[in-house]
């Protein structure tokens, strides 16, 4: 347990001095876990805490990832060029493995799947516990909009 500290207590270094970064590319902290993928932009400035064995990682004051030390698999540094949509982050989104997870959604919402030159690609209702799945791999490759009625986000599907 106190190697993983050492380790992460690395990476909020890293975090740090990774923070000039040219115009053209995003650089994102990927935190692969038990319990899926999270994806933080390092943009964003993320503080990385450790209390007994839980690792915490706040963004702006508001909590994007708690979870136990034991509970982390493997963590990098991953950098995408950006694209001409400006990139737009939002709470309770999770992408992973082509599809984008959301929670916390009001259940009957519609999300709506946009491609890059805005045509609708796909809709799909929220559940009634607030959580949705979409599947973006039946896609071609390339840039989407995903947008609820209260926000949009920019996923690129690879």
């Not at 207590?9 to 990774?18: D, E, P, Q, R």
Request: no cysteine.
């Amino acid at each position: 347990m106190k190697l993983k500290k050492k380790l992460f207590a690395v990476l909020a270094l890293l975090v740090g001095v990774s923070m000039g970064v040219r115009a053209d590319v995003v650089k994102y902290l990927v935190l692969n876990t038990a319990d899926g993928q999270q994806v933080i932009a390092l943009a964003d400035n993320p503080v990385m805490t450790i209390s007994g064995d839980v690792l915490k990682v706040t963004v702006g004051g508001v909590e994007k990832v708690s979870t136990s030390l034991a509970n982390v698999k493997n963590y990098s540094f991953q950098e995408q060029r950006a694209t001409a949509i400006s990139e737009i982050l939002a709470d309770g989104y999770n992408l992973s493995q082509g599809h984008v997870f959301m929670n916390n959604v009001k259940a009957g919402e519609t999300i709506t799947v946009y491609s890059a030159d805005s045509r609708r690609v796909s809709a799909q209702r929220v559940a009634a516990d607030g959580r949705v799945d979409i599947d973006l791999t039946s896609l071609p490759k390339g840039v989407y909009i995903v947008k609820t009625p209260n926000t949009s986000i920019k996923v690129l599907n690879e």
